[in-house]
């Protein structure tokens, strides 16, 4: 299983960005999804997570700005971000928790993470 994350990229503050996140390979089922960020110097932290029925969950500072979607049948998920902040510049990773071969058993996947930096 890989997953390839897309949309990063450099805007000016205000604006707008979409990530998006697919998944391939040997997929039986994707359980959570979500989306985290890291900056430089600090952890890397939980931005949006988005359950397999579509329930959704935000960190507090993007709450409002970003939203977080995916498709099921496409196995992806996006997130999109408006309003962007010099302090979202961080490298964004998505995440997801899938089944390979039948119900039960799940493994965490990591995409390769995209940049993306807001100038002020």
């Known amino acids: 299983v890989q997953l390839q994350a897309s949309g990063g990229g450099l805007v000016q503050a205000g604006g707008s960005l979409r990530l998006s996140c697919a998944a391939s390979?040997?997929?039986?089922?994707?359980?959570?999804m979500g989306w985290y960020r890291q900056a430089p110097g600090k952890q890397r932290e939980l931005v949006a997570r988005?359950?397999?029925?579509?329930?959704?969950n935000y960190a507090d500072s993007v709450k409002g700005r970003f939203t977080i979607s995916r498709d099921n049948t496409k196995n992806t998920v996006s997130m999109q971000m408006n309003s962007l902040k010099p302090e979202d510049t961080a490298v964004y990773y998505c995440?997801?928790?899938?089944?390979?071969?039948?119900?039960?058993?799940?493994?965490?996947?990591w995409g390769q993470g995209t940049q993306v930096t807001v100038s002020s």
């Open positions: 995440k997801m928790a899938i089944s390979t071969t039948g119900p039960g058993i799940e493994y965490i996947y």
């Open positions: 390979g040997s997929i039986f089922s994707i359980n959570g």
């Open positions: 988005i359950t397999r029925g579509g329930s959704t």
